[in-house]
Nanobody, 126 residues
Framework: VQLQASGGGLVQAEGSLRLSCEAS????????VGWFRQAPGKEREFVTA????????YYADSVKGRFTISRDNAENAVYLQMNSLKPEDTAVYYC????????????????????WGQGTLVTVSS
């Protein structure tokens, strides 16, 4: 499956953005989907993940209470609503997918995912 992330842009601190991850095939409902981000000079880090049915959702501590992941399987898309953005949220955001159900925190590791989108840049100004 090919993924495409979109919705990035420039926003002021405390602002909001909504990212979308769409799939080339109408099978995204069969995948666990995660969002990762990579800031300049830093390693790619886990942000959030959602299982196939949406029954399990996981967040990094740094975004809990500010970011919300959701999925619309009818629309074949996964969304990341980002509120109260901070300059330290500035990064390229990537969506990723895996057909498997995560086990023992697999979803936190970017190596667990088989498919990746191209990334969308989020810049938060202070």
């Amino acid at each position: 499956v090919q993924l495409q992330a979109s919705g990035g842009g420039l926003v002021q601190a405390e602002g909001s953005l909504r990212l979308s991850c769409e799939a080339s095939e109408r099978t995204l409902s069969s995948y666990t989907v995660g969002w990762f981000r990579q800031a300049p000079g830093k390693e790619r880090e886990f942000v959030t993940a959602i299982t196939r049915s949406g029954s399990n959702i996981y967040y990094a501590d740094s975004v809990k209470g500010r970011f919300t992941i959701s999925r619309d399987n009818a629309e074949n898309a996964v969304y990341l609503q980002m509120n109260s953005l901070k300059p330290e949220d500035t990064a390229v955001y990537y969506c990723a997918a895996n057909r498997k159900i995560p086990y023992m925190g697999d979803y936190r590791y970017f190596t667990w995912y088989d498919y990746w989108g191209q990334g969308t840049l989020v810049t938060v100004s202070s």
